[in-house]
């Protein structure tokens, strides 16, 4: 069987990466792991039947089951579904050197935003973000191919914030390299923030995230903070009903 997943490294591929050898473990069947990057190359893989099933996020599946956003030209897809995985945190980070802890920081310094024109399906979120906060004219936003780039790019210092499921492999390496700040998203009392979000990101809500929250990296927490907000994305595995 073959997988079409995200980029090394990534929450997805470690996702992928774990089902695939629990399935050999089991079954016998080998799995064959495959990055792909962009979210609509894997559902290409997928319908053109270059790869057996794909993982994808919701907002992507979403938008291609219903044939709207990066998916227009598609119009409706007949996806099946094949598993419904876990949810998991989208977070915004930044790095200590910047000085930001919040996003009024961010609109106040001017700081450079990462953007995935090539992966609508994550820059959503982004665009979500700049909306709630009104960032559009304030901040500089700085392109990269991928999520694992643009995570790179806190490294090397091109970028001040990018976005990342909480606690990968990436977050960690970024982590012990320059130190990284997690950025909050708004209150949930803070509706009108939270109905801009959903104007790109329709599912998105607040979720409580705490220092006792197991597996997430505290130590990235902005000073002060005993508790932040997030909003998931939750992955599925899909195929054409062809196959």
């Known amino acids: 069987i073959s997988t079409a997943t995200y980029g090394v490294g990534t929450r997805g591929y470690i996702t992928t990466s774990g089902i695939a050898s629990g399935v050999e473990k089991l079954t016998g069947i080998k799995v064959a792991v495959e990055p792909i990057a962009a979210e609509k190359s ?5 319908k053109e039947l270059k790869i057996d099933n794909a993982l994808v996020l919701a907002t992507a599946l979403g938008e291609a089951l219903k044939g709207t956003g990066d998916f227009k030209e598609w119009g409706p897809q007949p996806i099946r579904q094949l598993y419904q995985g876990h949810w998991f945190h989208l977070v915004f980070y930044t790095a200590p050197r910047t000085g ?3 996003w009024d920081d961010v609109r106040a310094k001017g700081l450079r935003v990462a953007t995935l024109p090539a992966d609508p399906s994550l820059e959503a979120h982004y ?3 700049i909306a709630a906060y ?3 004219d304030k901040v500089k936003r700085v392109a990269f191919p991928n999520s694992t780039a643009s995570m790179d790019g806190v490294i090397e210092g ?3 914030v ?3 499921g909480s606690g990968t492999t990436k977050v960690k390496e970024i982590q012990a390299a320059v130190g990284l700040v997690m950025l909050p998203a708004p209150d949930p009392a803070d509706t009108a923030r939270w109905e801009k979000i959903r104007q790109f ?3 998105a809500k607040p979720v409580e995230l705490r220092k006792d929250y197991p597996g997430l990296p505290w ?3 902005a000073a002060g903070y005993e508790k932040m907000w997030a909003w998931p994305e939750t992955y599925y595995y899909i195929v054409w009903p062809q196959l």
């Open 42 to 46: 894997r559902f290409a893989a997928a």
């Open 100 to 102: 930001a802890k919040t």
């Open 127 to 129: 665009n979500a973000i």
């Open 134 to 136: 009104d960032l559009k």
């Open 158 to 160: 091109t970028v001040d």
């Open 162 to 164: 990018a976005l990342s």
């Open 201 to 203: 990101v329709p599912l």
């Open 219 to 221: 130590d990235l927490m």
